[in-house]
């Protein structure tokens, strides 16, 4: 039974401190569309998304006015595009995101996530014509999203495909130059990717997974910053007490909203993913949290261990109050998407190699972040490296998505608009590692993943 008290917490956390459902994602399976036509692969994407996704927009929207919680965006995930296009035998698989954007306009929602390849081990000639779709098919569309999983702790790094990402994130952020390098926000590499992710650029349907399922990403960065204000200058498990059970609270109410919704679809409620991700506005943030624990500002020593703290109550207070948590749960670091980490960025107090080990401790990894459009790509790729290096030694998911911001320097930002938000051009260290990059080939796995 939900006391009068409870209530009166969850409207406050509403009204004054920015909780919301962040996103509903309709996990939609397209194995069944196979077929070695283009044309008519095209046509039966098109229908089953458009049927089973048409009510996705309303029913949400409504759930939201009738509990009050803000239902902020409404997505859909497929299953990864490379294993749906090869029968086709197509140079191209263009056509297909073409289609997938005509849908996503069609049914309302915001973005589709799924123009994906999975090439952790291997690298079949769909993944290859997935790959080199990148670039055009991200130019063409404005809300399709494209991930390439490269590596995971059980089968080590694809460094071929590494290597050639990085050329592939340039000539997407050359393409959509007019548009500030955009297409490169939509655009992010994997190691160990769930195949449950809610949130946007990463999300795809997995092949385990019922053929249509609801999940859910709940948000609310002021809530814990607000909370924390209770239990300044107290001891760490003072404020580890306060972060998880403020955490369960936001948990409760959106299950609540995620289940109705998923009810009234007449769908399977898949996962609720509590990642503390931030938006442009202020009191949205995951620096300002970091502050609020006692950093003077993000990337003063004590960011890593704060951020390690923060990620693993999230988790626990998460769990506790859901037997679905699922997805990535922890706290998201985009430059981009938080008004104090650009602070932060912009001051200098927060660099590249300071978000790489915040990474080691965090969600996901190196997430929306602008550095200089002549970047080589050998060093991009390097930077991808890096971060799946994290990954597969620490059993995590770490990801990465920059962008080269074509024209643009250091000193410079860019400005993407809406919770994309606006990011500085950071400096990248400037020494190469065209040679260790050239190496291609296959890392091992490390010796931990042999656990059977």
């Known amino acids: 039974m939900i006391s009068n008290l409870e209530i009166l917490e969850t409207n406050k956390m509403i009204t004054e401190e920015n909780l919301d459902i962040r996103t509903v994602t309709m996990g939609i399976d397209l194995l069944d569309t196979i077929t070695d036509d283009m044309d008519k692969l095209c046509t039966k994407i098109y229908d ?18 009738k509990y009050g919680i803000p239902v902020v965006n409404k997505r859909i995930s497929i299953t990864p595009i490379a294993l749906v296009g090869g029968a086709t035998k197509a140079s191209s698989y263009v056509p297909i995101a073409k289609t997938l954007d005509r849908v996503a306009k ?3 929602v915001n973005f589709i996530g799924g123009f994906s390849a999975l090439v952790d081990k291997g690298y079949n000639d769909a993944s290859k014509t997935l790959i080199s779709s990148i670039p055009e098919a991200l130019d063409v569309t404005e809300r399709v999203c494209s991930s390439v999983n ?18 592939i994130i340039k000539e997407t952020s050359r393409l959509t130059a007019d548009r500030e390098s955009i297409g490169s926000a939509k655009f992010v590499v994997f190691c160990n990717a769930p195949d449950d992710n809610p949130f946007m650029a990463g999300a795809f349907h997995g092949v385990g997974q019922h053929d249509t399922v609801l999940n859910v990403g709940v948000s609310g960065p002021g809530v814990v910053k607000k909370a924390l204000e209770q239990v300044r200058g107290q001891s760490f498990e003072a404020m580890c007490e306060c972060i998880k059970g403020t955490t369960f609270k936001m948990t409760r109410a959106g299950q609540l909203v995620a289940s109705e919704v998923a009810q009234r679809l007449d769908l399977p409620f898949g996962i609720i993913d509590l990642s503390l991700a931030p938006t442009p506005a202020v009191g949205d943030s995951i620096a300002e949290i970091l502050e609020e624990m006692g950093v003077e500002v993000a990337g003063a020593p004590g960011t890593t261990l704060a951020l390690a703290v923060l990620n ?14 699922g ?14 980490m650009i602070h932060a ?16 401790v965090c969600s996901v990894g190196l997430d929306m972040i602008a550095i200089p459009g002549d970047t080589p790509a050998s060093t991009i790729s390097g930077i991808i490296g890096d971060e799946m290096a994290i990954g597969i030694i ?14 643009k320097g250091v000193g410079e930002s860019v400005e993407f608009g809406g919770l994309l ?14 040679a260790i990059i050239a190496r291609g080939g296959r890392v091992p796995a490390p010796i931990h993943s042999f656990k059977n």
Not at 150 to 167: A, H, K, Q, Y
Not at 421 to 434: E, S
């Open 421 to 434: 938000g606006r990011a500085p051009i950071m400096p990248v260290n400037k020494y190469g590692c065209d």
């Open 312 to 325: 693993d109550c999230v988790k626990k207070g998460g769990v506790m109050a859901s037997s679905r948590v």
């Open 394 to 407: 620490n059993g995590k998911t770490t990801a990465v998505r920059i962008i080269p911001v074509h024209g």
């Open 327 to 340: 997805g990535l749960s922890g706290a998201f670091i985009p430059v981009s998407e938080d008004h104090a």
């Open 150 to 167: 490269v590596g995971s702790t059980r089968t080590g790094i694809n460094m071929d495909v590494v290597r050639e990402l990085g050329g």
């Open 48 to 65: 089953k998304i458009a049927n089973r996704a048409e009510n996705l927009v309303k029913v949400a929207d409504e759930t939201a006015l």
């Open 345 to 360: 960025a912009e001051i200098g107090a927060l660099t590249l190699e300071k978000l790489e080990a915040m990474t080691c």
């Open 106 to 108: 069609e049914v309302g």
